[in-house]
């Protein structure tokens, strides 16, 4: 297993080195010259070529490639080009609120689908079936944008029951921010969640040992969390670990409309801006960590599953 | 359990209505619709960190806040400054006692007193070219000296004492800056955020961190930054003795503004600028009085709005507008360099005739604006309201002037790309309406879509054959709409539209010269019909701000070149309480 797991933190390598690949050159070839954006509007030619020299655009492809790479192994990826600022304590100080944004609303989203869907599955009927399909499926088809408008509209405006922008340093009374925007977040998660896992739960229910532990009597909650939530949890940790890197990144939509100081705020400036070193670090740690919770994965997979052989 | 939860619900909610009921404090709560970047001077050249940083830092002059046209007056200058008879040498007095903000970065954490080296010092931060400062256009080939000490800095050949013939102070308050040329719009310089003072122990204490330690001799101090959120504002205990203004037209008056007059500033010990990029939560937050100004989605403008006035409900929440002239003009530019529109003038003739600027108007401008027939926009020098240009909306006329140019009905005629500078709704639009309206005589155009930094490399690369763009001032002097037709500003510079004539360099070289005066007013009157009868450019609009704000917040009148008019704001919370009530 040692092996196993070494050999797949020595593939992190070529990974890593695929994403810095495609950043680069796509950053290189649509994303405008850094060096007129950072030259203001009345730059002369000798500035701008100034300027490159700064930044170091200057250099061949290859070269700044390799000082980019340095950058990624060292995790110094210097000061913003576009808010003057270090890149490494702006990422520290935009995860707090992202993550405060994200991951409540991933764990409550979690426990509501997989409650909702196990309920249902278990206690199926055809009707409640098709209620809860007709309303996940309308949960589905309205935009996450309708529903920050009409929510924000709604709760915060006409009722008045949480703010309708701004941000607080202050525990609790920052809750009060990030409830609304929870709620909605929530909301459009929730009805694509419980599809997916009422379907796998279905397979489950309908195994034999299922009907063996209904025979012998086993309690309904014992058979609901005990055996078919276990069981199904492969597929569902596959997908949990691959929406946390977007946790990361917060959300752009909610962080703009309620005034949340993320890091999906920032990314968007560093990217309309030219702000290379910025886009960089942003897309180059996500990759990071998607690639160490592909990892982590597996080795719940084995917690999970006993059948599963690491090769 | 059930119970536990519902009582842990109670809780929450009441949480969240208590936030809602916002206490009626004397708190001026402002908005702005865009992050803001940094707080460091030599970098602002957009209006977001400009109106922060001018509310922070001072410069040796600035804006009266009421005078209109608007008028320069001394900030950290004692008075006028002393000008030599070749109008290049000016001499300028510092006010005495001023102090920057306290800092640790002070002996004791206490504020020193100003010097006249320290704007030696500021300026030669926006000069050193380590630090990329995007405001270093301003004193560019301006100050004796200064250029060859940033390349002999680049060169290793000198340092921050390296003296430089054009900037010294023989005394601690006395500045003589020697300029390579005389310039009138040197003071205006002297106005803008890039040129306003810092610190050096500051700058050394904070390193690369300095964009986020604003540390100024302004009104106010930095006492919170949540980036992409907010920033709160506390009034600087060092400030200087200043007061509210006590001249103002009859018009100010009638608006109250000159109630204050006399009272010292900063009227009011808090600010808190909310940053809400967004135009929906903006407008409900204004409308729940937790900004005490804001703006009109342009989707709301009809419920608002009628006639151009505010609908009686509005009035009677004791909201209010405050309407000024934006002192900018939209365009649509040729490249001159393109080989077939900048060398035939009946080409450019027909699109011009082609164009519905009144359309254009009421469709994305809500009528909030003016048809622009030049570049100059209203109250600057050279705007006249009668003006009107020959380019008129006239179809049959591009036609002939089509078929004049060689291209009847637009026969052989190649599509040109028409760049837009980003991916917005609003902009694509525009694109759609300017291609049915060309279309009708037979010019055709692709639209092309850019993101920002793609189009401004387009641009400045000269790649652009056609686009949209706009300009507004960096100071109230219409030179500085006229430089957009220079012909030593071509891209990368801005004159985007590549255009070079020695007339109109003559011209413009002449006017420099001169003093505001009549002589001056009749040759940028000139320049403004060379260009509209060379059209290198097709002029839109010159819009209008109309920005709702709420009775209890007094003295406001929010300009788009004043950017330190937080001092004179003031929330009269006895009207605040009155009106929270309907909100």
Same mark, same amino acid.
């Given at each position: 297993?040692?092996?196993?797991?070494?050999?797949?933190?020595?593939?992190?390598?070529?990974?890593?080195?695929?994403?810095?690949?495609?950043?680069?050159?796509?950053?290189?070839?649509?994303?405008?010259?850094?060096?007129?954006?950072?030259?203001?509007?009345?730059?002369?030619?000798? &500035?701008?070529?100034?300027?490159?020299?700064?930044?170091?655009?200057?250099?061949?492809?290859?070269?700044?490639?390799?000082? $980019? @790479?340095?950058?990624?192994?060292?995790?110094?990826?210097?000061?913003?080009?576009?808010?003057? +600022?270090?890149?490494?304590?702006? @990422?520290?100080?935009?995860?707090?609120?992202?993550?405060?944004?994200?991951?409540?609303?991933?764990? $409550?989203?979690? @426990?509501?689908?997989?409650?909702?869907?196990?309920?249902?599955?278990?206690?199926?009927?055809?009707?409640?079936?098709s209620l809860l399909t007709w309303f996940c499926l309308s949960l589905m088809s309205v935009s996450f944008l309708t529903f920050i408008i009409v929510f924000q509209y709604l709760f915060a405006f006409k009722w008045g029951l949480f703010p309708i922008n701004g941000w607080s340093q202050d525990f609790p009374f920052v809750l009060s921010f990030l409830l609304l925007p929870w709620f909605i977040s929530i909301i459009v998660s929730v009805g694509p969640d419980i599809l997916i896992y009422r379907t796998?739960?279905?397979? +489950?229910?309908?195994?034999?040992?299922?009907?063996?532990?209904?025979?012998?009597?086993?309690?309904?909650?014992?058979?609901?969390?005990?055996?078919?939530?276990?069981?199904?949890?492969?597929?569902?940790?596959?997908?949990?670990?691959?929406?946390?890197?977007?946790?990361?990144?917060?959300?752009?939509?909610? +962080?703009? $409309?309620?005034?949340?100081?993320?890091?999906?705020?920032?990314?968007? &400036?560093?990217?309309?801006?030219?702000?290379?070193?910025?886009?960089?670090?942003?897309?180059?740690?996500?990759?990071?960590?998607?690639?160490?919770?592909?990892?982590?994965?597996?080795?719940?997979?084995?917690?999970?599953?006993?059948?599963?052989?690491?090769? | 359990?059930?119970?536990?939860?519902?009582?842990?619900?109670?809780?929450?909610?009441?949480?969240?209505?208590?936030?809602?009921?916002?206490?009626v404090d004397d708190t001026v709560v402002l908005f702005l619709d865009a992050n803001i970047p940094h707080l460091d001077p030599i970098h602002s050249t957009n209006k977001y960190s400009s109106t922060v940083i001018s509310n922070i830092f001072e410069g040796l002059y600035h804006y009266h806040y009421l005078k209109r046209p608007i008028t320069l007056e001394p900030s950290l200058a004692e008075g006028e400054p002393q000008i030599s008879p070749d109008g290049k040498t000016y001499t300028i007095q510092?006010?005495?006692?001023?102090?920057?903000?306290?800092?640790?970065?002070?002996?004791?954490?206490?504020?020193?007193?100003?010097?006249?080296?320290?704007?030696?010092?500021?300026?030669?931060?926006?000069?050193?070219?380590?630090?990329?400062?995007?405001?270093?256009?301003? %004193?560019?080939?301006?100050? /004796?000296?200064?250029?060859?000490?940033?390349?002999?800095?680049?060169?290793?050949?000198?340092?921050?004492?390296?003296?430089?013939?054009?900037?010294?102070?023989?005394?601690?308050?006395?500045?003589?800056? =020697?300029?390579?040329?005389?310039?009138?719009?040197?003071?205006?310089?002297?106005?803008?955020?890039?040129?306003?003072? /810092?610190?050096?122990?500051?700058?050394?204490?904070?390193?690369?961190?300095?964009?986020?330690?604003? *540390?100024? #001799?302004?009104?106010?101090?930095?006492?919170?930054?949540?980036? !992409?959120?907010?920033?709160?504002? *506390?009034?600087?205990?060092?400030?200087?003795e200043v007061f509210y203004p006590s001249e103002g037209s009859a018009e100010d008056e009638k608006r109250g503004l000159l109630s204050h007059k006399g009272q010292r500033l900063p009227l009011s010990e808090k600010i808190t600028v909310k940053v809400i990029t967004e135009r929906q939560p903006l407008w409900l937050s204004f409308l729940k009085g937790q900004v005490d100004h804001g703006v009109v989605p342009t989707d709301n403008f009809d419920q608002v709005f009628e006639n151009n006035q505010l609908?009686?409900?509005?009035?009677?929440?004791?909201?209010?507008?405050?309407?000024?002239?934006?002192?900018?003009?939209?365009?649509?530019?040729?490249?001159?360099?393109?080989?077939?529109?900048?060398? !035939?003038?009946?080409?450019?003739?027909?699109?011009?005739?082609? %164009?519905?600027?009144?359309?254009?108007?009421?469709?994305?401008?809500?009528?909030?604006?003016?048809?622009?027939?030049?570049?100059?926009?209203?109250?600057?020098?050279?705007?006249?309201?009668?003006?009107?240009?020959?380019?008129?909306?006239? %179809?049959?006329?591009?036609?002939?002037?089509?078929?004049?140019?060689?291209?009847?009905?637009?026969?052989?005629?190649?599509?040109?790309?028409?760049?837009?500078?980003?991916?917005?709704?609003?902009?694509?639009?525009?694109?759609?309406?300017?291609?049915?309206?060309?279309?009708?005589?037979?010019?055709?155009?692709?639209?092309? *879509?850019?993101?920002?930094?793609?189009?401004? =490399?387009?641009?400045?690369?000269?790649?652009?054959?056609?686009?949209?763009?706009?300009?507004?001032?960096?100071?109230?002097?219409?030179?500085?709409?006229?430089?957009?037709?220079?012909?030593?500003?071509?891209?990368?510079?801005?004159? !985007?539209?590549?255009?070079?004539?020695?007339?109109?360099?003559?011209?413009?070289?002449?006017?420099?010269?001169?003093?505001?005066?009549?002589?001056?007013?009749?040759?940028?009157?000139?320049? /403004?019909?060379?260009?509209?009868?060379? /059209?290198?450019? %097709?002029?839109?609009?010159?819009?209008?701000?109309?920005?709702?704000?709420?009775?209890?917040?007094?003295?406001?009148?929010?300009?788009?070149? *004043?950017?330190?008019?937080?001092?004179?704001?003031?929330?009269? #919370?006895?009207?605040?309480?009155? !009106?929270?009530?309907?909100?």
């Amino acid at each position: 297993m040692k092996r196993y797991f070494l050999r797949r933190f020595l593939y992190t390598f070529p990974t890593l080195f695929g994403v810095s690949l495609v950043l680069f050159f796509i950053f290189n070839g649509i994303g405008g010259d850094p060096a007129y954006q950072l030259a203001g509007k009345n730059a002369s030619l000798e &500035q701008i070529e100034n300027l490159r020299q700064q930044l170091g655009t200057h250099q061949s492809l290859l070269h700044q490639y390799k000082d $980019f @790479l340095w950058q990624t192994v060292t995790l110094d990826w210097g000061q913003s080009w576009y808010f003057k +600022e270090n890149i490494n304590s702006m @990422l520290l100080k935009g995860l707090g609120p992202s993550l405060a944004l994200t991951v409540p609303s991933f764990f $409550f989203t979690l @426990l509501l689908a997989l409650s909702v869907a196990l309920s249902f599955s278990y206690f199926r009927s055809e009707k409640s079936h098709s209620l809860l399909t007709w309303f996940c499926l309308s949960l589905m088809s309205v935009s996450f944008l309708t529903f920050i408008i009409v929510f924000q509209y709604l709760f915060a405006f006409k009722w008045g029951l949480f703010p309708i922008n701004g941000w607080s340093q202050d525990f609790p009374f920052v809750l009060s921010f990030l409830l609304l925007p929870w709620f909605i977040s929530i909301i459009v998660s929730v009805g694509p969640d419980i599809l997916i896992y009422r379907t796998l739960f279905q397979e +489950e229910i309908n195994k034999d040992y299922v009907k063996t532990a209904q025979a012998k009597g086993l309690l309904t909650t014992q058979i609901l969390y005990k055996h078919i939530l276990k069981n199904s949890m492969l597929p569902i940790l596959s997908l949990l670990l691959s929406r946390i890197p977007q946790l990361l990144l917060g959300s752009l939509l909610l +962080e703009s $409309f309620f005034g949340i100081p993320g890091l999906g705020g920032i990314m968007i &400036q560093a990217l309309q801006n030219a702000d290379f070193p910025m886009v960089k670090a942003i897309t180059m740690m996500s990759s990071l960590v998607y690639i160490l919770l592909n990892l982590l994965a597996d080795l719940l997979f084995l917690l999970f599953d006993p059948r599963v052989e690491l090769k | 359990m059930i119970q536990k939860l519902f009582l842990f619900f109670l809780l929450f909610m009441n949480l969240c209505c208590t936030s809602q009921k916002a206490k009626v404090d004397d708190t001026v709560v402002l908005f702005l619709d865009a992050n803001i970047p940094h707080l460091d001077p030599i970098h602002s050249t957009n209006k977001y960190s400009s109106t922060v940083i001018s509310n922070i830092f001072e410069g040796l002059y600035h804006y009266h806040y009421l005078k209109r046209p608007i008028t320069l007056e001394p900030s950290l200058a004692e008075g006028e400054p002393q000008i030599s008879p070749d109008g290049k040498t000016y001499t300028i007095q510092l006010k005495k006692g001023v102090f920057f903000q306290d800092d640790p970065a002070f002996p004791n954490g206490k504020g020193r007193e100003l010097k006249a080296e320290d704007f030696i010092y500021s300026w030669r931060r926006l000069a050193d070219p380590m630090n990329k400062a995007m405001g270093w256009w301003v %004193l560019d080939g301006l100050i /004796v000296g200064l250029n060859e000490w940033r390349n002999d800095l680049r060169a290793g050949k000198a340092n921050y004492q390296t003296p430089i013939k054009g900037l010294s102070a023989p005394h601690s308050h006395t500045l003589v800056i =020697q300029l390579t040329r005389p310039s009138f719009q040197f003071l205006h310089f002297l106005a803008m955020p890039v040129t306003m003072v /810092v610190a050096q122990e500051v700058v050394e204490k904070y390193g690369q961190e300095i964009a986020n330690h604003p *540390i100024g #001799t302004g009104p106010y101090r930095l006492e919170h930054w949540d980036r !992409n959120s907010e920033v709160r504002l *506390i009034k600087n205990k060092n400030f200087r003795e200043v007061f509210y203004p006590s001249e103002g037209s009859a018009e100010d008056e009638k608006r109250g503004l000159l109630s204050h007059k006399g009272q010292r500033l900063p009227l009011s010990e808090k600010i808190t600028v909310k940053v809400i990029t967004e135009r929906q939560p903006l407008w409900l937050s204004f409308l729940k009085g937790q900004v005490d100004h804001g703006v009109v989605p342009t989707d709301n403008f009809d419920q608002v709005f009628e006639n151009n006035q505010l609908k009686k409900e509005f009035v009677d929440k004791g909201i209010r507008v405050l309407e000024q002239y934006r002192p900018d003009v939209t365009m649509i530019a040729f490249n001159m360099e393109h080989p077939l529109l900048g060398k !035939n003038k009946k080409l450019r003739l027909a699109f011009a005739h082609a %164009l519905n600027s009144d359309l254009i108007l009421e469709k994305f401008y809500n009528r909030r604006g003016i048809v622009a027939q030049g570049p100059l926009p209203p109250l600057l020098d050279g705007y006249d309201p009668d003006y009107k240009n020959n380019l008129d909306f006239n %179809l049959e006329k591009a036609r002939q002037l089509l078929k004049e140019a060689g291209y009847p009905d637009g026969k052989d005629l190649p599509v040109f790309d028409f760049e837009l500078s980003n991916n917005a709704t609003w902009s694509r639009q525009m694109g759609e309406l300017l291609k049915d309206l060309w279309g009708q005589v037979g010019i055709q155009i692709r639209l092309v *879509i850019n993101t920002w930094p793609q189009f401004d =490399q387009k641009l400045k690369n000269k790649q652009a054959t056609l686009f949209e763009m706009a300009w507004s001032a960096d100071y109230p002097d219409s030179e500085n709409f006229l430089q957009l037709f220079y012909s030593k500003n071509v891209s990368p510079g801005s004159n !985007n539209s590549n255009f070079i004539n020695r007339d109109y360099d003559q011209l413009y070289e002449k006017a420099l010269q001169l003093p505001p005066s009549p002589e001056r007013t009749l040759l940028y009157k000139k320049m /403004v019909d060379f260009i509209n009868n060379e /059209v290198p450019t %097709l002029f839109l609009v010159h819009r209008i701000y109309r920005l709702p704000y709420h009775s209890w917040l007094e003295n406001y009148n929010e300009h788009p070149i *004043i950017y330190d008019f937080y001092r004179y704001l003031k929330v009269n #919370t006895q009207i605040k309480e009155k !009106n929270w009530s309907q909100l």
